[in-house]
């Protein structure tokens, strides 16, 4: 009797201990528990190698848009650089054709060695494409799920070393970057925890002048306990100067005729019956439709989390389609823009499957990537198949002229 009794006492003293491990590490997250504000302005930084005496008169002339002149854009979500083919993400949930559950393991990179092998991998492939404007998200400036990789830094510095390549005629590099979240410790899932992300945000950076540039705050949860680890989201709206493509005649100079203003995108995933991303896009919706309406051009771009085009079904793979994909509901796109469909959509979507390793074939995949314009940007843009090398995203390229 007395054995019984002592065991009962030792369970009930495991229990009440873990009662208050649990309500400490609540109280702990309650009052580490902070949103980011709405309207944020962000620093705009510059980079820029002085023009020799020889260089054409139009050199300084470059570092603003013109109006009927081709450009190119790119966005790409990196995963925080650690989506190699071998990672599945914990939150991640699917299902093989055959009805078998799919559900991702890994909470971070495999190690600090894979986050900059894969971050390298990004910025090859984005170089390579040697866009003007790139918008990137899901870049970690400091996290343990990263291991403390700066990847902000990291793609800032190679874009600077190609601007003083000498084939690069513009010499010149114009970036911001918005926090779209920090947490306190995150002891999720228990086994391998996220841990601290200290700054995790979307980076805007191109060979053009960014005059300014502010971050706002997307809605997302409030309710208890969600609000927890339904993290921030936000897109950061940046402003450019636009100059006619026409002389004046004073002097050569061209004449300001205008702001493209190019928003950096990344709206929520995980979100149960799709209410938080349809009050993400409407926000979004009447933002672009209100530059638009000031006469600006207006492009966005990223990560929308929703199937774009004809996507939805279009790569099944061995999988059933994930619970948390939804198609576009067409009635949120801003009145007087296009949403794009890349010229490839067929061939070539931009985000897998990461309830499970990547395998040609096997994962679902979708296209959630891509870019909205005001109907005054002309433009095409096209997936590019980069088979998934760092991210689960592929990038996708945007040419586009600016017509008056």
């Known amino acids: 009797m007395g054995t019984v009794k002592s065991m009962l006492k030792i369970l009930l003293a495991i229990i009440v201990v873990a009662a208050l491990a649990v309500g400490g590490y609540i109280i702990y997250l309650q009052l580490n528990y902070e949103r980011i504000g709405d309207k944020l302005e962000l620093g705009v930084n510059h980079f820029s190698v002085p023009a020799s005496a020889s260089a054409e008169p139009t050199a300084r002339e470059r570092h603003s848009l ?5 450009y190119t854009a790119l966005t790409f979500n990196i995963g925080f650089g650690a989506y190699d083919h071998g990672f599945s993400f914990f939150m991640d949930k699917g299902r093989m054709k055959d009805g078998t559950e799919t559900v991702g393991t890994e909470s971070r990179a495999a190690s600090k060695a894979a986050a900059e092998r894969n971050t390298q991998a990004i910025i090859r492939q984005v170089i390579g494409e040697d866009p003007d404007i790139a918008l990137f998200q899901e870049v970690d400036a400091k996290a343990d799920r990263s291991f403390n990789v700066d990847q902000r830094r990291m793609i800032v510095d190679a874009f600077s070393e190609n601007a003083l390549a000498p084939e690069d ?3 010149f590099l114009s970036w911001t970057y918005a926090t779209n979240f920090h947490t306190a410790y995150l002891f999720y899932p228990p086994t391998k925890p996220i841990g601290y992300i200290r700054d995790s945000g979307l980076l805007t950076i191109g060979k053009y002048r960014i005059d300014s540039a502010v971050r706002r705050s997307f809605p997302v949860s409030d309710a208890f306990p969600t609000k927890f680890f339904d993290l921030d989201r936000c897109f950061a709206v940046n402003r450019l100067t636009v100059v006619s493509d026409a002389r004046d005649g004073g002097g050569g100079m061209r004449t300001a005729v205008g702001e493209l203003v190019v928003v950096n995108v990344h709206t929520s995933a995980y979100d149960k019956g799709g209410a938080i991303r349809r009050a993400q896009m409407e926000m979004l919706r009447d933002l672009l439709e209100a530059e638009y309406d000031a006469g600006n051009w207006v492009i966005a771009g990223g990560d929308f989390n929703h199937a774009l085009g004809d996507s939805v079904d279009g790569f099944m793979g061995q999988m059933k389609r994930p619970p948390w994909v939804q198609p576009f509901d067409m009635s949120l796109l801003p009145e007087g823009f296009t949403l794009l469909i890349a010229d490839n959509a067929d061939k070539v979507a931009t985000d897998r499957d990461s309830s499970i390793p990547y395998t040609p074939g096997v994962n ?3 296209t959630v990537d891509g870019f909205m314009v005001s109907d005054n940007v002309e433009a095409v843009s096209r997936n590019i198949d980069a088979d998934y090398e760092g991210s689960d ?11 008056r």
Do not use: S
């Open 66 to 70: 013109m109006t009927n002149t081709k």
């Open 169 to 171: 005629k513009t010499n």
């Open 364 to 366: 679902y995949q979708v």
């Open 393 to 403: 995203h592929n990038p996708v390229r945007l040419e586009f002229i600016l017509r």
